[in-house]
Structure formats: structure tokens, C-alpha cells
């Protein structure tokens, strides 16, 4: 039995590691899915611009850097090696791209736009000089032996191969510590949404994983430059940590979209199941359940269930007891009750208290003088819903309130 490549050593554990482009390229996919349709609408928006060239620029790095990618580039136009300098350029754009990120995030305030548009022209003309050149040292350099997976390091030693790749590992590197820096010190601002906060957490974790591609990258050249084979590095480190580092930036760009959309989801449902019990109640009111829409929305089963209630509400109005309220309120408050407290008690007795004595029957719509709080104000009512259904949940307290609100005043005072 031959032994494990971890019983050889690090080095040989981490040369037989595989390392998949395409998780991180699905998941950069699908966050550039997820913003597209706001790019789109708001397209005039150079911050929305520059997430949307970030992605796509990151989708292509993965796309044509993979193994398999480059094999193919390199048959289809007949030249040797001709994918190092389009992947090259590709990451060079996309450091580029990290750096706008951060220009229009930054500065994108109407008071800053003189800013925003220096530092874009700067970044643009610096890091399409770099394309430029990256193409240029290619065609002077000698480069006839197909590298797939170790061409960084294999060509370390190559003159003009060696200086372009030294060119985009600078590029990159520069781009990734002044992203990384400035996304820090934004985590730290005041004011920010909870879910952009962990968005840009994840962003700056992404980044600064980034810079251990660069020096992974870096030591492997700067090896066989000293005669040393640290090609494990390249080969396999360099492409774990950029494949981490995609997958975090990735997700630092979902994180604030799902987890808002999400979050508002979970409280239309929780709104829609506190409003239960009182739209049970109300069933006899109604006369029957309210509309159910299985395949509805969440957000018009939640309209559906509070129009069902206010309507039902306004029905029982002209029998709501304006005195037994007050009396209710103030025995809340007697009781122990904060203000909004008692006046969501108060309304629960006085709704109780029209649905059980069953003035809301046909024969007390017949003005045969019973209806004697017709002018009740039920405005209250039709405002704190929610608060109404909630104590519902607790009727131990509706009953104390009820109980005390119900004694005679003459028995209130010969008790106290």
C-alpha cells in the first residue's frame, strides 16, 4: 500500500489537492443574477456600473482560468500559452473593477463627483496601460511550452514573461490592499443597515484572502528566481485562496439583498400569524373565515387578513361600549399596565365584550334603541390591530382587566 500524500509531507498533501473554479464561479453567477435586474433599472448608476463589471469580470476570470478553459484557448487560436495573457488581463480588469467599487461607494456624493470622476480616469487609464502592456511583453516573449496549471512559475526566468507576470501580480496586489483597507475602515462607519455591515464584512474577508493568491503567487516566482521549487504554492494554494476569496466577495454582494428580502418575508408572515387570533374572533362578526389564496403572496395574504378584520371591525362599531372601555383602561392601568398596554386590554374587553353579548345580531341592526354606542371611535380599533390580536394570546389578563373594569364602583371603593 503506498502511503497518503499527507504522510509524505504538507507539500505533497497540498500538489495532490484538486481545485474547483466552478463553485466560485456559480455562486459570483448567481450574485450577479441577483443584482442584474437593479443594474439594469438603474443603469445610469456608475455604483451599480461598477458592481456589475465587478461580477462580470469576476465570472470571466473563473470562466477562462479554469484548466480545462485555458487547454481549449490555446488549441482554438494555435498559439502557445496565448490564455496567460487574456486571464491576466481579465484579473487585472477586475482589480480595476475592485478599485471603482470603492471609488463610487465611497464617494459617490454630489459633493464629491469632481472626486469620483479623477479617480476613475485614474484607474482606468493606469490599469488599461497594464492590459496594454500585458499584451505587448507576451508577444516579445518565448514561450512555446503549453503550461496549464504551473505557467507562472515555470516561465519565472523567461525574459518579458517574467516581467508581465510580475506586472499583474503588482496590479493586483495594489488593487487588493487599497480595497481591503478601504472596506475595513467602512465596516467601522456609523449608521450602516445590519445586513450591509455583514455584506461588507464578508467583502473585506474576500478581499484581504486575496492578497494570500498574491503571495502564494509571489514566493513560488521569487523561488525560482533562487533555485528553489515551491511550484505547490502556484498551483495549488494561489487557486484555493482565490477561489475562497471569489466565493466571500461573492456572498458580500448577496448578503445585503437576500438577507433584506428575507428578513422583510419573515415579517409580513409574522405579521400575518399575530393577526390570527383576532381575525378568529371575528369569524361570527364576518359571518365566516376570511378569503384564502393558497398560491397569493405573502404580502396579500397579510392585506387580505387586515382588510378581513377592519371590515369586520366596522360592522361591530355601532356596538362597541365607549364606557366599558375607559373602565378597562383604567383598570389596566390600576392593575400594572403600561399605557399602550392597557389600551390594547382596554379594546380586547371592549371587542369581547360586543362579539359575546350578541349585539352584533341582525335584530340590533334594527335601531330598536339597544345600539346606544353607534357613535363609538372605532379609529383606535383600525390602527392597533396588531396590538389587539397580540393580547388576545394572554387572556389571564383580559379576564383581570375585564373582571376589575365590570365591578361596581361603589364595591371598587368599599374593596380599596
Known amino acids: 500500500m503506498s502511503p497518503s500524500p499527507l504522510a509524505a509531507g504538507p507539500a505533497a498533501f497540498l500538489t495532490g489537492l484538486q481545485v474547483s473554479f466552478w463553485l466560485p464561479g456559480l455562486v459570483l453567477t448567481a450574485a450577479l443574477v441577483i443584482k442584474l435586474p437593479s443594474i439594469l433599472k438603474l443603469w445610469r448608476d456608475p455604483l ?32 502557445p500559452n496565448i490564455a496567460a495573457p487574456l486571464v491576466y488581463s481579465l484579473i487585472t480588469a477586475l482589480s480595476a473593477s475592485w478599485l471603482l467599487l470603492v471609488v463610487h461607494w465611497r464617494n459617490g456624493h454630489t459633493d464629491r463627483r469632481r472626486q469620483t470622476r479623477r479617480a476613475t480616469r485614474w484607474v482606468v487609464c493606469v490599469y488599461a496601460t497594464v492590459v496594454v502592456a500585458l ?35 503588482l496590479a493586483h496586489t ?4 487599497i480595497t481591503t483597507r478601504l472596506v475595513w475602515n467602512w465596516i467601522r462607519t456609523d449608521g450602516l443597515d445590519a445586513w450591509l455591515r455583514w455584506g461588507l464584512r464578508f467583502l473585506g474577508i474576500g478581499f484581504a484572502t486575496n492578497l494570500l493568491f498574491s503571495a502564494a503567487k509571489f514566493t513560488a516566482v521569487a523561488a525560482r528566481w533562487t533555485g528553489h521549487d515551491l511550484d505547490w ?79 369586520a371591525l366596522l360592522q361591530l362599531s355601532r356596538f362597541l361600549d365607549e364606557s366599558l372601555r375607559g373602565r378597562a383602561y383604567d383598570a389596566a392601568l390600576a392593575l400594572g399596565h403600561e ?51 397580540e393580547v388576545l394570546r394572554h387572556p389571564e389578563e383580559i379576564t383581570a382587566v375585564r373582571t376589575r373594569a365590570t365591578v361596581p364602583a361603589e364595591s371598587m371603593s368599599t374593596h380599596e
Not at 496549464?148 to 506586472?167: G, H, S
Not at 341582525?362 to 389587539?388: F, K, N, V, W
Open 174 to 177: 495594489a488593487a487588493c490592499a
Open 233 to 311: 504554492l502556484n498551483t495549488n494554494i494561489a487557486p484555493s485562496a482565490a477561489c475562497v476569496a471569489a466565493t466571500l466577495v461573492a456572498i458580500g454582494f448577496i448578503v445585503p439583498h437576500t438577507g433584506q428580502y428575507f428578513h422583510d418575508r419573515w415579517l409580513v408572515r409574522r405579521r400575518h400569524r399575530a393577526l390570527k387570533p383576532l381575525a378568529r374572533l371575528l369569524r361570527t362578526v364576518a359571518g365566516g373565515r376570511e378569503p384564502l389564496a393558497l398560491r397569493a403572496t405573502a404580502e396579500i395574504r397579510l392585506i387580505r387578513r387586515e382588510t378581513y378584520i377592519r371590515d
Open 48 to 79: 451599480l456600473r461598477a458592481v456589475g463589471g465587478l461580477l462580470l469580470f469576476a465570472c470571466a476570470v473563473f470562466a477562462f482560468a479554469a484548466p480545462p478553459t485555458i487547454a481549449w484557448t490555446n488549441r482554438v487560436t494555435g498559439v
Open 339 to 389: 399605557p399602550g398596554r392597557a389600551q390594547a386590554l382596554a379594546a380586547a374587553v371592549t371587542v369581547l365584550d360586543a362579539v359575546e353579548s350578541g349585539r352584533h345580531t341582525r335584530g340590533d341592526h334594527d335601531g330598536d334603541g339597544h345600539g346606544d354606542a353607534s357613535g363609538a371611535d372605532t379609529s383606535y380599533l383600525l390602527q392597533e390591530i396588531q396590538a389587539l390580536s
Open 135 to 169: 499584451w505587448v511583453l507576451f508577444a516579445l516573449a518565448d514561450v512555446p511550452v503549453e503550461q496549464v496549471r504551473n505557467l507562472d512559475t515555470y516561465y519565472a526566468n523567461t525574459p518579458f514573461m517574467r516581467e508581465e507576470i510580475l506586472l499583474y501580480l
